[in-house]
């Protein structure tokens, strides 16, 4: 079965089956992989070619923290040995439409991993290339990456969950 009918069959697809023309919750994780030097870990996307920080869909059966953790690992090998929580997005503002002009309203937890096991080899499914980057030597700078370095930021600085 290749990927796009894996993603029909999966929870979200046959959610988006059943109401095609809705609005979508979409809950997951993004992991925010920083190295020794301050250089963050970006991926390629495989769906629509930009970079981003490693994120996907939660599954049935997992927790936030554990989502980021795993499509963190899908998409570039790396493991995370720990992942601290400093952010959770779920207001409109974080409603976009994809490039199959499905709807869907984020509600995403961000955590920080500095510490990682394995070889970086990422998924041509899901990531066409993954680097670290210094932020401003980032290839492209989304206002999600902007948020989620200034949101990590003000968490660092202060020591409190940012909720957006």
């Not at 963190?72 to 994809?98: D, I, R, S």
Request: hydrophobic share 40%; aromatic share 10%; charged share 25%.
């Amino acid at each position: 079965m290749g990927a796009v009918e894996e993603w029909w069959a999966s929870y979200h697809g046959k959610l988006r089956a059943a109401l095609p023309e809705e609005t979508l919750f979409l809950i997951g994780g993004r992991g925010v992989i920083r190295d020794e030097q301050g250089r963050y870990l970006l991926i390629k996307r495989a769906d629509n070619g930009m970079w981003a920080f490693p994120a996907g869909g939660m599954e049935i059966g997992e927790s936030l923290v554990d989502c980021a953790v795993r499509e963190t690992y899908e998409e570039t090998g790396l493991k995370a040995v720990t992942a601290v929580p400093f952010a959770l997005y779920t207001g409109p503002e974080h409603t976009h439409t994809n490039q199959w002009q499905h709807t869907y309203q984020h509600v995403i937890l961000a955590c920080l991993i500095t510490e990682v096991t394995g070889e970086l080899n990422p998924d041509p499914e899901e990531a066409t290339d993954a680097a670290y980057f210094h932020p401003d030597d980032f290839p492209n700078q989304s206002l999600t990456m902007q948020r989620t370095l200034g949101d990590l930021a003000e968490f660092e600085r202060t020591g409190r969950f940012v909720l957006r």
